[in-house]
């Protein structure tokens, strides 16, 4: 013990032994010193933050009393918002708001709100300041200025219209009859578990009207149908968002709006889709993969409407050990048991396999799209050509315009047929499946008159200036060998179609031209 004592003397008595414990100890006081005037500067801007946000921006009196000027808080309100702004030249504010007043500015709309007062224009510009950097002056009041409608209020239909608040839409229509469930908290963009039985058009307007409440939000909790579209659709609305999955009230809230040149965008099904990176905006007349928009497309054409609709979709295929969608048929929306299904007579819930993050990325893709075209920002959108092959579609035409002239011999030339690209893509994809009704093959497609002429008159159908009297239910896709053997035998040579291909394959054209009949009302 004594020998270890000695040691450390002598080592603590050494000069340099001394030198390095003067140093610890002076860098321990100076630590010491750093740390407390860290927390005590912490402590000083807690305080002062706290002092800087008054208890209540309005007096007593009721008038407006600022903290401070508020033209010297706003980066919008120190220079003047010019019509031909863009994000390369703008100037930059010159007193950009600090964290605390950006937090005061926001007590001070919300005591506003409260007293229903005015929010003056330059704290909106304020809240819009990404917005207005991005789509330009005009472009942001174009959106400022713009009036959207809503229908249905679901997953898609509630995140597409909260990021339409958010953006600063001036004033918006909410049209849904249903109200929240618990099932639709995994895919409602501002539901709770405090809104479940209250309806969806005045949760939305509860919890949105506290992140705008300048956003004028009008609510109509009721079933979109054509008896009240007039009142339903008042106001001239420079877009309608399309967010139902009642495929009869979609078609009739489409007709509507084509019918009425009002823009439209349709959302498709979200269900059993899980891949983000295939969903697709484009018209609904390329769309594809998707139970929905198939029986849209077809109901749709019914009524004339073949083309001009946006719609939002997804391109993802279903396949082993994805979600599964029940086939939508004719009956889906009819009366069921109301306690179980719905909370409206008349009609019939689907329970959908559903992922929340797709209802959400629909609806966010749609505001986008509406915003952009509001604000005539420039979008081009990946064309669908997966399905939609318009030079295929031309060449077909031609192929058949051929096949009419030799049946029918040299006497007749410059025959047309009354079909147009459109047509022969619904004609090869819709009705046919995109492959050969004789043997399924996909490659090399043709259109041929399927039965012969009567009585073999050369003559038949051919009207003035060489136009052909042939309707969709009059041919068939084949393959470019089927249609020379079916020209051959059929057409010229007065063979039965059930001697040459078969009574299956007559029972399957048979089959598929009855389909279309009763879906689209395509008769001959």
């Known amino acids: 013990m004594s020998t270890t004592s000695s040691t450390f003397s002598n080592l603590i008595s050494h000069p340099k032994s001394q030198l390095a414990l003067t140093a610890l100890a002076s860098g321990l006081i100076v630590g010491g010193s750093i740390l407390g005037y860290q927390h005590s500067k912490r402590r000083i ?24 000027d508020l033209a010297e808080w706003s980066a919008h309100a120190s220079h003047e918002l010019s019509l031909d702004f863009h994000p390369k030249n703008s100037k930059p504010s010159s007193k950009p708001i600090t964290d605390e007043q950006s937090i005061a500015l926001a007590k001070k709309a919300q005591d506003l709100t409260r007293q229903n007062k005015q929010i003056p224009e330059a704290l909106i510009l304020e809240q819009l300041s990404r917005n207005h950097s991005f789509l330009g002056s005009e472009g942001l009041q174009n959106v400022r200025n713009a009036f959207i409608i809503v229908v249905g209020l679901g997953g898609v239909g509630s995140w597409c219209t909260t990021m339409l608040v958010r953006s600063g839409v001036g004033r918006i229509r909410l049209i849904d009859f249903d109200q929240v469930t618990l099932s639709s908290l995994n895919r409602h963009a501002v539901a709770t578990l405090e809104d479940v039985g209250t309806p969806k058009v005045e949760c939305m307007k509860k919890h949105l009207s506290k992140v705008a409440p300048w956003v004028e939000i009008e609510t109509c909790n009721e079933m979109w149908k054509m008896t009240a579209a007039e009142h339903l659709m008042t106001g001239s609305p420079v877009m309608v968002v399309d967010a139902i999955d009642n495929i009869e009230t ?8 084509h019918t009425n040149s009002i823009p439209v ?5 979200a269900a059993c889709k899980s891949d983000p ?31 001009g ?39 019939r819930a689907r329970i959908l396999p559903v992922l929340g993050t797709m209802p959400a990325t629909f609806g966010l893709t749609i505001a986008n799209h509406v915003m952009c075209t509001i604000a005539k920002y420039p979008v081009t959108y990946t064309p669908q050509h997966a399905r939609f092959r318009p030079k295929l579609y031309d060449g077909m035409l031609a192929q058949l315009v051929g096949s009419e002239t030799r049946i029918r011999g040299s006497k007749y030339t410059g025959l047309k047929v009354p079909f147009s690209e459109g047509d022969i893509g619904y004609m090869v994809e819709e009705v046919f499946k995109g492959k050969s009704v004789i043997s ?40 470019a060998d089927e249609r020379s053997e079916h020209e051959k035998r059929v057409l010229k040579g007065g063979e ?28 001959r």
């Open 309 to 347: 609709i946006t719609a939002i979709f997804s391109t993802e295929k279903p396949g082993p050990g994805k979600a599964q969608l029940l086939p939508l048929n004719d009956d889906e929306f009819e009366k069921g048991s109301v306690d179980q299904l719905g909370i409206m007579p008349d009609f």
């Open 45 to 68: 801007r807690t305080r002062l933050l706290k002092d800087s946000i008054p208890n209540s921006p309005i007096s007593d009196s009721g008038t407006d009393k600022w903290p401070t």
């Open 277 to 307: 990176t295939r969903i697709c905006v484009a018209d609904i007349s390329e769309t594809l993969e998707d139970p929905l928009s198939k029986q849209t497309r077809r109901k749709l054409r019914a009524r004339g409407i073949a083309t």
């Open 250 to 257: 979609k078609v009739d809230l489409l007709t509507y709006c």
């Open 496 to 523: 039965m179609v059930e001697e040459v291909w078969g009574q299956e394959v007559v029972e399957r054209v048979q089959m598929l031209w009855e389909e279309e009949r009763k879906v689209a009302g395509l008769y």
């Open 265 to 269: 965008i349709s959302s498709m099904g």
């Open 440 to 479: 399924g093959v996909t490659t090399k497609l043709q259109l041929v008159r399927w039965l012969p002429l009567k009585n073999g008159d050369e003559s038949e159908g051919v009207g003035i200036g060489g136009a052909i009297k042939i309707g969709m239910l009059d041919v068939a896709v084949v393959t």
